[in-house]
Each structure stands twice: as C-alpha cells, then as structure tokens.
C-alpha cells in the first residue's frame, strides 16, 4: 500500500470544500498560498458556502464531490470548528484521490463507502496561526501533496478505525422502517437523505409501498424524475449525487416536511394502503 504511487492528471488539481463564504479574505489568502507554492495546479472551488461549524453538510459536499476530481488530485475540505485544538489533522487515500480534512467527522462518508487505501495525520507547523490552519496548515500541505509528495514523506500512518465518525450517519433498518439522517436540504427544497443509491436500491425496491411517519406523515412516491410528481405529491428520487432524495415539483419539500440538514425521519417501507 505504502509503495503505490497515485495516478496523477497532466496538471496538478486541487479542489476546496470550505465553510469560508466570500465576504471575508479568508478564501483568497487560502488561495494565495495555493498560488505561491503550487502555481502550476488548478484550483476547484467546489464551495465555500458550507454553513459555519456544519460538519455534517461539509461531509456531504466533500463525498459526493471526491469522484469528480479527476485521479490524483487533492481535496482540501476545511470545515474546522475545532481549529488550534488537539484534533488530528489527517490525509486519505480514497478512490485513487487524496482528501485532507481535520479529523472531526468531515470523512465519516468517505470512509464509510470503504476502499481507504491508506490515513496519514500530520502536525502542524509551528509558525502556524491557532485560528486559520486552512491558509497555513491544509493548503501548504495541498500544494505538497498536489506536487507529487506522498503522504507517507509527511505525516504518520494512523489507522482508519480511530478516524471520527458523525453520530447517526449509518441508516438504521428494522422492523419495516428506517432511521436515516437528512445529509442537506438543497436550494431547491430536495431534501438528501444517508441512503446511498448503490447500497439501498434493492431495499427500497423490495418495499411494497413508503411513507414518511416522522416527522410528519406522508405517503411517497418512488419516480424517476421530479416532473414525473403531481402538483403536492412526495416523491423519493435517485438523485445525481449518488443519494435518494426526498422531493416534491417545484415544491421546497423540505419546507413542506419541516426537515434541515442533520435532522432524521422515520421512512415506513410496509404501509398499508
């Protein structure tokens, strides 16, 4: 594992997951480093519009993001409300990318698909700032990586089973119900539950008839497309980011629902008619 050199595309990538917004230098100083010390790599803003400290949806962003990366960029997701702590900053290996993250539950997706071909942490430096290690710990560290370092060069091999893991992420299923986690609720009002489409596709196609039970009642509809809905009518969707979603036709079913991100509901796979 440890030998393995990571394919890499023609151009170094780095692609940023953040909760900076763009008011505030924040996000141009991140890049300025990434200029300084990488100037030759192509920066992805993915987003920086993550709310503030929301682990939860910054997990999101940087799973359903990571694929699209092309092989042997770097992810940088800075999400860190834990900032100059003890927590751990690590580096992945997943899907033939590299993802850097503090270690506080920003990967419990990533880690949970499996396929973690190797975690490093790292320490910081120690003219690094208490309050900003996205500009003077993680992108240092990108433009590294990014420039071909591997990880073992720079960090300490720990082992993915001490890795942080939001409480709740796993869907819980039992007696004709599942407890699931709403990952994000999208500007459209869709909200995103844990259930990945690959692992719950074949649950879900066994259940004869769905209903939301909690926190409000409501019948579903599994479509294949949001115009497929009729005007009020809830639908459950395989959507683009890998995930079933629960939407309505130009409708804000979170609204709807009353459903945020890190809230759970209770989906009833055996209702009666």
Known sequence: ????????????????????????????????????????????????????????????????????????????????????????????EARGRLVLAPDNGLVSLTIGRGGIAGVW????????SATFHGRDVFAPLAATLAGGEHPRRLGLVIDPATLVVLPGIEPCIEQGSAS???????????????????????VLDAAPRLAVRSPVRRTVRRVTAYAALAPGELGLVA???????????????????GLASGDVIILGLDEEE
């Not at 990571?66 to 690590?90: E, F, I, K, N």
């Open 180 to 202: 699931v986690l709403v990952l994000h609720t999208d500007r459209f009002g869709n909200a995103i539950l844990g259930l990945e489409i690959e692992r719950w596709k074949d």
């Open 1 to 92: 594992m440890h030998q393995r050199e990571l394919l890499r595309s023609p151009k170094p990538v780095i692609g940023l997951v953040t909760d900076f917004g763009l008011s505030d230098p924040y996000v141009g100083q991140m890049k300025a480093v990434l200029a300084s010390l990488a100037p030759e790599a192509v920066i992805v803003d993915i987003t920086h519009g993550v709310p503030p400290h929301d682990i939860l949806r910054g997990a999101f962003f940087l799973d359903v993001s990571l694929p699209w990366l092309p092989p042997g960029a770097v992810l940088a997701a800075v999400v860190d409300p834990g900032v100059g702590s003890d927590r751990r900053v690590v580096c992945l």
């Open 239 to 257: 959507g683009s980011q890998g995930y079933f979603e629960l939407a309505m036709n130009r409708i804000s079913a979170a609204e709807t629902l």
């Open 121 to 128: 942490s790292f320490a910081a430096t120690e003219t690094a």
